[in-house]
């Protein structure tokens, strides 16, 4: 297994169940995502309505991030991971019910709005434990020397997820219902669950169990300040996605500006799929690595401007153009960012940094989701969706001049300097 090996990681089987247990995790919870903007919507016609959406799981998810870091750092991770894939079952059980008619219709329009946004809430609480638990468990599943490698496969592979289950949420509204989809959110959670048994147990590396918290947490915050590569990373990206997070605008677009119904939604969604695809299979191939700044900036660049095209777009196709070169963009960013994370973080601080990772980045769709709600409701939606994309062009722009260094990054150094600590 050569270091230039494309498919180095691949051949560690328990890096492939692990990749097959986060697809499944990532492909049910933005499937539910985009189930429940739907049914929000179509109950509501309102687009504050998906902005809140956003906020009501964004808030426990921030607000317990730093906390979750220090538990993750501190306790098994496959244990944790299962308690986490179970906590996300219930929640998936809950709005199965709340979209079955036979118990809805008794009840008020309000209180099963108000019912989803508090199963909402509670999804937020879980995926404050969820992202950093994942982010520890990886490098116990591989050597150090194939990190970049397997942190382009990880990537690759939410990315994936993260793009299939918004398209698969599509269709399946249209072809199955509501109701049937969340069943399915369900199932391919239990599937994560069952996955995860196959892998044995790890141990843990923090040298200092039993540490009080505030300390604990300090040290993270401390890492990450200090440690500028993986702070302007993060803090471009969520910057960038902040504002450009016009895909929670969709159902609007799919339903009032584009008039293409249920079918079209799920067409929408899909096409930053096969972005997604391309950059999976070509990134493995030719390593992002070399010149990994620039790369990043150029990739959120192009992101803003496809966000800028899609919102203008009055054309379906052209639509679909703009939201597959925004799929293929961010999933260029994404491979970056995990991999400068993985190359940075030290083993015994995996916990704290990817929660500090998670209230930049891993929040910021759904802060992106409110933001859009609001200003859609507050600018009217093609302005929203226009103005969050030259935010993240500007902010890219001043990133760029700001930060020469940043411009200058390269990863090639830190792979070498693995390859010879194996």
Same mark, same amino acid.
């Given at each position: 297994?050569?270091? *230039? ?143 970049? *490698? ?55 590396? *923090? ?65 930053? %799929? ?17 010149? %990994? ?71 910021? *769709? ?57």
């Amino acid at each position: 297994m050569g270091k *230039n090996d494309p498919y180095a990681a691949l051949r560690f089987r328990e890096f492939n169940i692990f990749l097959g247990v986060r697809f499944a995790m990532v492909f049910a919870w933005t499937m539910q995502f985009v189930v429940i903007e739907w049914e929000v919507y179509s109950l509501t016609k309102n687009p504050l309505s998906l902005g809140i959406i956003g906020l009501v799981e964004v808030i426990p998810a921030v607000s317990l991030a730093l906390v979750a870091g220090h538990v993750v750092d501190q306790k098994e991770k496959k244990g944790l991971l299962q308690k986490c894939i179970l906590g996300f079952s219930v929640i998936s059980v809950g709005l199965f019910l709340l979209t079955w008619p036979k118990i809805t219709q008794g009840l008020s329009q309000n209180i099963v709005l108000y019912s989803i946004y508090f199963l909402v809430f509670l999804g937020g609480i879980v995926r404050a434990f969820l992202g950093p638990t994942i982010f520890a468990l990886f490098s116990l599943l591989i050597p150090k020397k194939f990190y970049p *490698n397997a942190a382009t496969w990880s990537s690759s592979v939410w990315q994936m997820g993260a793009v299939i289950g918004p398209a698969v949420a599509g269709f399946a509204i249209s072809l199955i219902g509501v109701h049937w989809s969340m069943c399915l959110i369900a199932a391919c959670s239990m599937i994560a669950f069952l996955l995860l048994v196959q892998i044995p147990k790890k141990p843990i590396l *923090n040298p200092k169990i039993g540490e009080p918290m505030r300390k604990s947490l300090r040290e993270g915050i401390r890492f990450v300040w200090n440690t500028k590569v993986i702070l302007g990373a993060i803090t471009l990206d969520m910057i960038a996605v902040l504002f450009g997070g016009a895909v929670a605008l969709l159902p609007i677009f799919a339903q009032d500006i584009l008039k293409v119904g249920a079918e079209g939604f799920g067409i929408l969604r899909a096409a930053p %799929a096969v972005g997604a695809f391309l950059i999976m299979f070509t990134s493995a191939y030719f390593p992002l690595d070399r010149k %990994a700044g620039m790369k990043l900036l150029v990739a959120i660049f192009g992101f803003g401007l496809s966000i800028i095209v899609f919102g203008l777009s009055t054309w379906f196709w052209l639509s679909v153009f703009a939201l597959f070169m925004s799929g293929a963009t961010d999933g260029i960013s994404m491979i970056i960012r995990q991999t400068i994370l993985q190359l940075k973080t030290p083993d015994h601080m995996r916990g704290r940094v990817a929660s500090v990772n998670s209230m930049f980045v891993g929040s910021s *769709n759904e802060l992106g989701a409110f933001e859009s709600g609001l200003t859609a409701k507050l600018m009217g939606t093609v302005t929203a969706v226009v103005f969050g994309g030259c935010m993240t062009v500007a902010t890219v722009i001043t990133t760029g001049l700001a930060f020469p260094t940043f411009r200058k990054l390269d990863l090639r150094e830190d792979m070498e300097l693995n390859s010879q600590a194996e």
